[in-house]
């Protein structure tokens, strides 16, 4: 029906409104709660991330291409019901493989474009297998992938940690970092976009596909079907509930992994410890404000890349302490589980059968 | 060979000690059929806490302020999962996130960014007369920050609490069969927020622990997942007080390895130290889970609020 597609719309609208709005007043009371100027520092959350094309393109998009391979995994593990906590260290297999692959891989042998595919390939599959330990440990001993996806987290860490002080270290042996990838080897940029790259086409293929998959794929019901209901899933809908949990972990890690092989051909040319600013802690924010909606996820991954744009520029011009972007993440995402805990409640008092919103 | 052994005993007390404070919070919380992931902020909240609180007043404004700060993380988690009744799980995470973002954030404004090398008053060993002269175990034992025998005690007086106490066979009671519980009488709803109070106090109290009695400072992000290793812990123990402080003097053995094998003369890249305390985990939680039994309401989600 139009008339009521059209009030969802503006429904979306009004919403879209209100938690900008929430941004930039949340944003305005910490900067005044910590004793900073909010104009200076607003302008510069702005023009750091809105201001300029410059800035829209080679700052906010280039982080919001991260933030939507990672905020489409979160939402495909969690949609699932699995509580995948490690996009962080999914992300930084990817980036560690695609690395090793393209260091080790000598350029020549074979067309750069065949190299490219190839490591992006491998960052997917380092992801996915990252996340398959965890998947693997929930399978066949019960671990919650909760703890093991994080611990998971730190083990990435310092495996990167030793890589770029040990075999992958740069040939000089100076810097805790690998060598730079040749120029061959990097993703194209968008032209008249700065910084921006193609990376950007595959996250928004990714993210279309996986919201596709969500309302169209039989075996994306049976994931939303697995998250909303195990137990309904399996007995009614004749579900191997944990074989769909597992393959949405790995699918989730996949995600991921793409996104650290991106990050590294198109950003970085070269894997060091910081490599990723805590993108996949950040995704379950993206992924929680789009409704675990990977459509949506579009738009939350460029709030999202824009608020660290410009909490980079803050931290710049204006001296405040780029980490206040963590705390309003935090907000957020508060907003939304408590939002959300409070619509079940009403339709549950207003007397109608309790079912699960569309969108947990 | 007490060269190698005095210093591996005292380094393993200082990770524990830490570990099974936060721990023993969140087994309270566990046996009240709640998980907290929320627990790594309040150990962070709880160790910035200390550094406000000790360069305010000395060591015991530190301690107060750090069980305040985690008081207030717990405060949160309660507020969102018990009043609003949102989903532990991500409200545990948001708080986490939060904590970090909030001490970090306070960390540069109220110190600088810079913020290296600030003295604060840190918590004196105390030996305990007789106990502290004992061959090789003694100094390494019984000559610690008094927090530490704090530490020693939890774990026998929450086990006879647990036990032997009315209220706490009540908990059990809330986190084995809420509704049952209910029936019986008990305000469900207040004894989980009491649980996740002291949980987050608790908490608060082992990150105040690390500025205090171990760092004397404070860095960003220096919980480095203690939280998470906690809960891992209170899975290890099997949900039980005895097993919780075995578990974490595991964990503190793992992490002091690095140290008796300095000793040694032992070489490996220091990264495989480092991570053998998160390796240890999923190994212990995988060898752990299939043979405990958790709260038969552990995680699940809250009755609608009537």
Known sequence: MPHSRSRRLLGEIALAVVVLAAIALSSALLLLAGGYQVGAGLRALWLGSFGSWYAFTSSTLVRAIPLMFTGCAVSVAFRAGVFNIGAEGQFLSGAAAATALVLALPLGRLPAPVLIVSALLVATAAGAAWAAIAALIRARFGVLEVISTIM??????????????????????????????????????????????????????????????????????????????????????????????????????????????????????????????????TAIAVALLAGLDPWRVLLTSMLFGALEAGAGAMQRDAGVPSSLVSVIEALLILAVVVGRAARVRRISASGMPLASPPDA | MTDVIAPFLAATIRTAVPLALAAMGELLVERAGLINIGLEGAILAGAFGALVGASAGGVAAGFVAALVAGLLVGAL???????????????????????????????????????????????????????????????????????????????????????RTHAGLALRAVGERPEAAEAAGINVDRMRTAAILTGGALGGIAGGTLVLAQAGTFAEGMSAGRGFIAIAIVVLGRWTPLGVAGGALLFGAASALQFAFQAMGWRAPYQLFLVAPYLLTLTALAGAVGRARAPAALGKALEPRR
């Open chain 2, 77 to 163: 988690f309660a507020l969102c999962v018990i009043v609003m009744r949102a989903d532990q799980i991500i409200a545990g995470t948001a708080l986490t996130l939060l904590s970090v973002g909030a001490t970090g954030t306070l960390y540069r404004t109220l110190f600088g960014s810079s913020g290296a090398a600030l003295g604060i008053p840190t918590s004196a060993p105390f030996s305990i007369p007789g106990l502290s002269a004992l061959p090789v175990v003694g100094a390494a034992l019984f000559s610690q920050p008094p927090i530490t025998y704090l530490a020693y005690l939890l774990g026998p007086v929450l086990a006879w609490w647990l036990s």
């Open chain 1, 152 to 281: 998971l987290n730190f083990v990435a860490l310092y495996a990167v940690s030793y890589l770029v002080r040990g075999p992958l270290q740069e040939p000089t042996r100076v810097y805790p970092q690998s060598a730079t990838i040749v120029d061959a080897l990097h993703l194209p940029r968008i032209p008249g976009a700065g910084r921006l790259h193609v990376g950007l086409v595959i996250a928004v293929l990714s993210t279309v596909l996986a919201g596709w998959f969500f309302r169209r794929a039989a075996a994306g019901f049976r994931l939303i079907a697995v998250g909303e209901s195990p137990s309904a899933a399996a007995s009614a809908g004749g579900i191997d509930v944990p074989r769909t949990m597992a393959r949405a972990l790995m699918a989730s890690g996949g995600l991921a992994g793409l996104a650290g092989g991106v990050e590294v051909l198109g950003i970085t040319f070269a894997l060091y410890e910081n490599i990723s600013p805590g993108y996949g802690y």
